[in-house]
């Protein structure tokens, strides 16, 4: 079975710019979760959809952030403009319906996006 | 707010040693994560805990949570290279969102 994908694996762009990340998750999980890590700092989470619904956004940093689910399968995390501080690695997560007491639930992560912005 | 002190932040071994890597959290958490990281690799889910006293050990790892302390450790034993990676720990917040500590890079020398 194919783990969580992401695209591309490392993305060097200009302030001003915008980047578009894609995640595949893993076939048929309806959680899917975009963390980024800055240098130095600790994951955040960034979003939550089921499906192709926002499920829980408040990690998003502002509004340059715009993330996509349509059909309910890979994700899209677009960046525009792109700031400095953006920079980092972008990882995506994937998990089953969440079950009351099961690990089934458990967040499969992708390889990450390294994000570099001059 | 949860928050995630994961220490040390930094760990140099010998192989054949045994340590421990803590993960203090600070709010009730019905869930705990470990996670293991090698370098420009995903993050590995290792172990998930998700009760008081839950103990988990795969090859020479061990972890174990106790709740009332809101202490998680993860417990290294004989260690070997192949073990030298990032090590997080990542507590679930009543919105199911991971807070994650900051990691501990661990390498481990033959």
């Known amino acids: 079975e194919a783990g969580v994908t992401q695209f591309p694996s490392h993305s060097v762009i200009e302030k001003g710019q915008t980047v578009t990340l894609r995640c595949d998750p893993i076939?048929?999980?309806?959680?899917l979760y975009w963390y980024r890590r800055v240098m130095g700092k600790e994951i955040k989470f960034l979003l939550h959809?089921?499906?192709?619904?926002?499920?829980?956004e408040s990690g998003m940093p502002n509004n340059r952030f715009l993330a996509e689910r349509t059909g309910g399968t890979y994700s899209t995390l677009k960046v525009q403009p792109a700031e400095l501080e953006d920079s980092g690695v972008y990882f995506c997560?994937?998990?089953?319906?969440?079950?009351?007491?099961?690990?089934?639930?458990?967040?499969?992560f992708g390889p990450g996006t390294r994000l570099t912005v001059l | 707010e949860l928050k995630v002190e994961q220490n040390p932040l930094f760990l140099s071994m010998q192989e054949g040693k045994n340590y421990t890597i803590y993960c203090n959290y600070s709010?009730?958490?019905?869930?705990l994560y470990w996670y293991r990281q090698d370098p420009g690799k995903s993050l590995e889910s290792l172990f998930v805990?998700?009760?008081n006293g839950a103990v988990k050990q795969e090859g020479r790892l061990m972890a174990s949570l106790d709740t009332k302390a809101r202490l998680s450790t993860l417990h290294i034993t004989a260690a070997v290279h192949d073990l030298s990676a990032t090590y997080f720990c990542?507590?679930?917040?009543?919105?199911?969102?991971?807070?994650w500590g900051a990691g501990t890079k661990l390498i481990i020398k033959p």
């Open positions: 997560a994937s998990s089953q319906e969440r079950t009351s007491g099961s690990s089934t639930d458990t967040q499969y």
């Open positions: 076939s048929g999980h309806d959680n």
């Open positions: 959809f089921v499906k192709e619904s926002k499920q829980d």
């Open positions: 709010t009730t958490s019905d869930r």
């Open positions: 805990l998700l009760s």
């Open positions: 990542a507590v679930e917040d009543s919105n199911y969102q991971l807070i």
